[in-house]
């Protein structure tokens, strides 16, 4: 498809204009001389085809733009060197992120050629740990529409509220969020509108999709963040949270709306939604629709391959690592989750599965004495006296990894850690809490209390750490290593399911990335900079196990699905944005009019 094509047609689906408007862009039209392209300025000068200074002279003339902007024309590369030098002249990434936002808002294709060519500087802007931050004040940051917010009082009308979004007719994708649990910052309620608009630009920047397919969705039931409610620039409603069978109605009605306007192969991705809701949505809906919690399934997997990783670096297998969770969220039932799938597929029971793997939350070790125990849990409660304290219970299994998503930033204490380093050669720590602040441990303490020898991840960036003259670098175990290939293998094929089978995939495809120089430094994930090709290569493994087991609906071969995903990536490159035009030969006159045709000449 053209440019110019994608600016007419573009018009027509995103814009219903006023009279007034009409006679502007008619007014636009009239201003230009014959041979050029009739295309509304305000077209031209959307987000989706604003090329800024890079409107070539042709196109600025024939598109009736010429003069409204000054006479150098940029190439790509000193666009880039444009922004790059705005972005960093910032000095907070909390003013990074909003220049990025009004870059989005302004030139969409430009944004992401700028991200896409950046990832490792831009990741922790648009994604963890500076989005957290932005969305505590995101309504300071508000500054358009960027998705669709339903309210509570939408109940009965959620359809109607869908069928607002200018692009219906390509939505493909979803990414949802409650906003009840932002990351581990808690109840942010409308706010948490960033996350979704942040996880869905990461499908685009990492995985290709087209942003047209993809729409962002806030469920604004309310919050009890009493703060919120006290804020002047607060975005959503000033109640408390909607709850018990009345909230699960309201998601019920907007998981069959989104189908009755989108399609049944739409693919629903649930964000931060509080762990009980967020097990309790995926269950629900297991069978219904095709749909995901990144919480859940997508941290399962980056956190089974970094364990499939310390497999690779120890030599030893998982099923002999005795692993320790501290925590009982939402990341940590799904990673012991698949983690124990992964063990079963290897031929144990479900018992035996399980035998080593043990689960720390606020109330202690999980013991067989407990009546507080998540039902998804029961299986790994231990047979052994209560013990409250982490450091006592490392001290008495003496695990050989350990990983934390506890929002407890110094859990992992020194003790903890030279205590492991005392029992393995090689222990494992992951500190999976974001943003960075809510850590468990810094990258640092793991090496100085391990004396060089822990094997360290964590969710959000560290830097490089020198130990006795090496340097040893952090893995960084970030989700976007996961979902951006799991919905690009999802969406290729318009899958009507995503089976759990395709999240085990992702996990070993994650595990190999690595090289045997990664690991010799301890690094059990990819560089940030290499998560389009992880993107790539997962998302193409996917797609054919969809085909292969009969999840996919779109008529496509496995050995064609790599191409197929090339030619439909979203193009970074702007194109022309005038039309193609091609010469016809020339075309003589009937005989029956070549009398009139003498008249004519003769008169000019």
Not at 286 to 297: E, L, S, T, V, W
Not at 392 to 401: A, F, R, W, Y
Request: with cysteine.
């Amino acid at each position: 498809m053209s440019f110019f094509r994608i600016l007419t047609t573009g018009f027509t689906r995103r814009t219903s204009i006023s009279r007034t408007q009409q006679s502007n862009v008619e007014c636009h039209r009239n201003s230009c001389n014959h041979d050029t392209i009739r295309v509304p300025i305000e077209v031209v000068l959307s987000d989706k085809c604003n090329k800024s200074l890079a409107f070539t002279l042709e196109e600025r003339q024939r598109l009736c733009i010429h003069g409204l902007m000054p006479a150098c024309v940029r190439s790509y590369e000193e666009q880039m060197l444009a922004i790059e030098s705005n972005f960093h002249s910032f000095e907070t990434n909390v003013a990074r992120y909003r220049y990025l936002r009004a870059l989005r808002q302004g030139y969409e294709r430009l944004y992401f050629q700028f991200v896409s060519k950046n990832v490792q500087i831009v990741l922790p802007i648009i994604y963890t740990p500076t989005v957290g931050v932005a969305c505590t004040i995101y309504g300071m940051l508000y500054r358009g529409i960027t998705g669709i917010h339903i309210t509570k009082h939408d109940r009965g009308h959620i359809k109607q509220v869908l069928g607002n979004w200018p692009e219906q007719s390509q939505v493909k994708a979803i990414c949802v969020t409650d906003g009840e649990r932002i990351l581990g910052l808690g109840d942010l309620g409308a706010n948490g509108m960033g996350i979704s608009v942040g996880k869905m630009e990461l499908y685009t920047a990492l995985a290709g999709i087209p942003p047209s397919l993809l729409l962002p969705i806030c469920l604004d039931v309310g919050t009890n963040n009493k703060m919120l409610h006290e804020d002047p620039l607060y975005i959503g409603l000033r109640d408390k949270r909607m709850k018990g069978d009345e909230y699960v109605s309201f998601v019920d009605e907007f998981m069959e709306s989104v189908v009755e306007t989108f399609g049944r192969e739409t693919l629903i991705h649930f964000e931060d939604f509080a762990t009980p809701n967020a097990f309790m949505f995926l269950n629900r809906y297991r069978d219904c629709y095709c749909h995901f919690n990144d919480d859940i399934q997508g941290t399962a997997s980056v956190g089974l391959g970094g364990l499939l990783g310390i497999q690779r670096i120890t030599k030893k297998p998982l099923e002999e690592h005795i692993i320790l969770f501290a925590g009982a969220g939402s990341a940590v039932m799904g990673i012991a989750y698949l983690l124990k799938t992964e063990l079963m597929a290897r031929g144990f029971t479900e018992e035996e599965a399980a035998r080593n793997i043990y689960i720390y939350d606020q109330g202690g070790a999980l013991t067989t004495g407990r009546r507080d125990i998540p039902e998804n849990l029961v299986v790994f409660a231990k047979d052994m006296k209560k013990i409250k304290k982490l450091e006592k219970l490392v001290e008495k299994v003496k695990p050989s990894i350990i990983m934390g998503a506890t929002s407890a930033p110094g859990l992992f204490s020194e003790k903890i850690i030279r205590t492991m380093a005392e029992s393995h050669e090689r222990p494992g720590i992951f500190a999976f809490s974001n943003p960075t602040n809510k850590s468990e441990c810094t990258a640092e303490q793991a090496y100085q209390f391990s004396d060089g020898k822990a094997i360290f991840s964590a969710g959000s960036p560290f830097p490089p750490v020198e130990f006795n003259g090496k340097r040893l670098t952090p893995g960084q175990a970030n989700n976007c290593f996961a979902f951006p290939g799991l919905v690009l293998g999802t969406m290729t094929v318009l899958a009507d399911r995503m089976p759990d089978e395709i999240f085990l995939l992702a996990a070993h495809e994650l595990s190999k990335f690595p090289t045997d120089e990664d690991l010799a430094g301890g690094r059990v994930y990819p560089l940030v900079k290499q998560a389009n090709e992880v993107a790539l290569k997962i998302g193409v493994k996917v797609a054919q196990y969809l085909i292969e087991n009969g999840f996919a609906k779109r008529p496509l071969e496995s050995a064609e699905v790599q191409e197929y995903i090339s030619k439909n990536s979203y193009q970074l490159e702007y194109g022309s944005a005038l039309a193609e035009t091609w010469k016809y030969p020339e075309m003589k006159p009937h005989p029956s009019t070549a009398p009139f045709e003498k008249k004519l000449k003769g008169k000019k």
